[in-house]
């Protein structure tokens, strides 16, 4: 899982700059043609790690309820996130994955509870399996954060 975990630490990291060279309003803007924005495809992607890796293990989640449900599988926008919630977010991309990483080396991943995921269609049965699809899912939001900047750029 070493090559799993730089992987979405330099993701991460990329997101991350992203969000710092992008105003407030562009991270909040949805563009036509869209249904979400940048800012909730990175939020997302938090929310989502933490519960696929922690909550189906049966653990507690190490961020908010409240960012769980502004950014959980089948949410959307609702109204501008502040730069508060922004910097939040921000913070917590390598702050929750070096969490996530630190408690799967010390194996604190004993349990899991089997899970098939919507996008794929894909039956999760152990902590590996939820990683490897952490980031296949986090390359997908990826993309669609690219495609979100250049309309919001434009």
Not at 23 to 28: D, G, K, M, Y
């Amino acid at each position: 899982m070493e090559f799993t975990f730089e992987v979405l630490k330099n993701t991460r990291g990329i997101l991350s700059k992203i969000i710092e060279n992008t105003s407030v309003e562009e991270l909040n803007k949805v563009p036509a043609g869209f249904n979400n924005n940048i800012i909730w495809n990175i939020g997302h992607l938090v929310v989502t790690e933490q519960l696929l890796a922690y909550k189906l293990s049966g653990l507690e989640i190490k961020i908010s309820e409240t960012l769980v449900s502004k950014y959980r599988k089948d949410s959307k926008p609702d109204g501008d996130v502040s730069e508060e919630e922004i910097a939040e977010i921000q913070g917590l991309l390598l702050k929750s994955l070096a969490g996530t990483e630190n408690d799967y080396n010390n194996g604190v991943f004993k349990n899991y509870n089997t899970y098939t995921v919507s996008t794929t269609g894909n039956t999760l049965n152990n902590i590996d399996e939820a990683l490897q699809f952490i980031l296949v899912h986090e390359g997908i939001h990826y993309g669609y954060i690219l495609a979100l900047l250049k309309a919001v750029k434009n």
